[in-house]
């Protein structure tokens, strides 16, 4: 477990960047914390990370958005608003992001449901301003040196 704290929008926004650079096609990474903790906020900083034009917004009334325009296609999928495993699976949002990378925000609700290698991201707020990010590394992340990008 490799722990993180970010005392502003600016600097989450800096870490997804940093974490973009550890990225490969194929990769997934959950991310769970309470509403406003900063999770599309992240996301938005791995998008720029990744070459990224678009404005990244969250998901949550359209479930996945898709950008193609970065170095790797990022699918960003929000699944607060589903009600089960299954509709998560019939969704094919793991198969479609196959050669991109998969970000799923409220992703603790789908983990049983994902291929043990991926990485989980949880936010817990501090304060106002910090932020507490823990990165669970499974699988392949184990091998990776993600102190170095953090």
């Known amino acids: 477990m490799i722990e993180v704290r970010t005392t502003s929008r ?3 926004l800096a870490l997804g ?3 973009a650079t550890q990225l490969r096609a194929g990769d997934i990474v959950l991310l769970s914390g309470r509403l406003g903790c900063g999770k599309t906020v992240l ?3 791995i998008a720029e990370g990744l ?4 404005a990244v917004v969250s ?3 359209v479930i996945v958005r898709s950008y193609a325009d970065g170095f790797l296609p990022l699918f960003h999928a929000d699944v607060y608003r589903l009600g089960s495993l299954a509709e998560f699976d019939d969704l094919g949002i793991v198969d479609d992001a196959g050669d991109g990378v998969l970000l799923v925000e409220w992703g ?3 983990a049983e449901s994902l291929p043990d290698d991926h990485l989980v991201i949880r936010f817990t707020v501090e304060n106002d301003d910090v932020r507490l990010l823990e ?3 499974h699988g392949s992340w184990m091998d990776r040196d993600l102190e170095v990008a953090v």
Not at 51 to 54: N, P, S
Request: charged share 25%; hydrophobic share 45%.
């Open 51 to 54: 070459g990224v034009e678009q």
């Open 135 to 137: 990165l669970d590394l």
């Open 108 to 110: 603790d609700a789908v």
């Open 59 to 61: 998901p949550s009334f």
């Open 43 to 45: 996301a938005a900083g």
């Open 17 to 19: 960047r940093l974490l």
């Open 10 to 12: 600016d600097e989450t």
